[in-house]
């Protein structure tokens, strides 16, 4: 392996945070190279290096990748959009076999955080209390009718990401109108209830979770985390390495989770950093060494917790004003 340790970040955009990161993790053991298809994505202008490239649906976007990973020996790749990472599992043999690393779980366990609806299957067979959902209408109406769940729902993309076309429906007529619109649509109950995330770590060499910051969501924007606050509950500790063992992820999670009455319910799984990892990052849990660790042959011993509960975070704008 190339003694210096490089990392690519793919589609950067504005996570500016987690470049920055990297390259302190980095200093002085290697370089961070990031791409971009906007040359106005801010956060290619952290980077030591970087790119713009086609948008990764472009005929010989994979082709441009490796070949980036082949000239700069890349060590580890990474993306921080969700299509992409379909990407990189489908084709994780062909960044192997040059010497790049993908940061990314196994291509099954990607797409089953995609399917919302197959996600929740799983869940449903695995014993994990999650929210109600539905594909089929009719299944639906018969739960309202027998008040298993009651209006307002939300309708939205069975396969969907930052929380684009959602809509908090009350009434039969908003989801047949709804249905008839768009395709591939299910139905969602709504959770009456405190939002938290939680930023999970699995080992790439051990398949262990060895980090998990959790934090009560205060603020939402654009489907990120704008404000939150640490918190620590053994319960949920607990109930999040359950599921993390069962599913087989690889790498940085995010998880969405819902707490109802007391009972915590998994709602959606994210397999890359999250909006809101800084937060995570600023309490001391620190994922980008965990993975300059994992792509250096050392396993990470575990440190579930390893924070201060009570910590907010408060995101606010920054600006770059750069020359044509």
Sequence with gaps: MNDELNILILSCGTRNKIVQYFKKELAGKGRVFATDCSELAPALYEADKHFVVPRMDANGYLDEILSICREYKITAVLSLIDPELSLLAENKKSFLEIGTIPIVSDSDVVELCFDKYKMFEFLIQNKFKTVKSYVNKDNFYHDIETGEINYPVFVKPVRGSASLNINKVTSREEIEFL??????????????????????????????????????????????????????????????????????????????????????????????????????????????????????????????????????????????????
């Design 179 to 324: 249905f008839s619109q768009f395709d591939d649509l299910m139905i969602q109950e709504y959770m009456d209830g405190t939002e938290y995330g939680a930023d999970v770590y699995i080992d790439m060499n051990s398949g262990e979770p060895v980090a998990i910051f959790t934090k009560e969501k205060i603020k939402m924007r654009a489907g990120e985390t704008d404000k939150s606050v640490s918190i620590k509950d053994e319960k949920l500790f607990s109930l999040i390495e359950d599921f993390v063992s069962k599913s087989g992820f690889k790498g940085i999670i995010d998880i969405d989770i819902f707490k109802v009455n007391g009972e915590y319910y998994i709602s959606e799984v994210n397999p890359r950093f999250g909006g809101g990892y800084p937060h995570a990052y600023e309490c001391g849990v620190n994922v980008p060494e965990l993975i300059l660790n994992n792509v250096s042959g050392i396993v990470n011993l575990g440190k579930i917790g390893d924070y201060d509960k009570g910590l907010f975070m408060l995101k606010f704008n920054e600006v770059i004003v750069k020359s044509g």
